[in-house]
């Protein structure tokens, strides 16, 4: 496991009961049963030209 943050909740349903999935930092909802990822996209604004 890495030292990133966990999901606090699953992002279809709402549940909190949350399992990490495989070792790739994906996770399984055991609520909605759906195994999903949490990507970071960056910090800030998009710029515009």
Same mark, same amino acid.
């Given at each position: 496991m890495s030292g990133?943050? =966990?999901p606090f909740y699953?992002?279809?349903c709402g549940d909190e009961? $949350? +399992?990490p999935?495989? @070792?790739d930092g994906t996770w399984y909802c055991r609520a909605c049963l759906r195994a999903f990822a +949490? @990507?970071? $996209?960056?910090?800030? =604004? @998009?710029?515009?030209?």
């Open positions: 990133r943050a =966990a699953c992002p279809y009961d $949350l +399992v999935y495989e @070792k +949490v @990507k970071f $996209l960056g910090i800030g =604004a @998009k710029e515009t030209s």
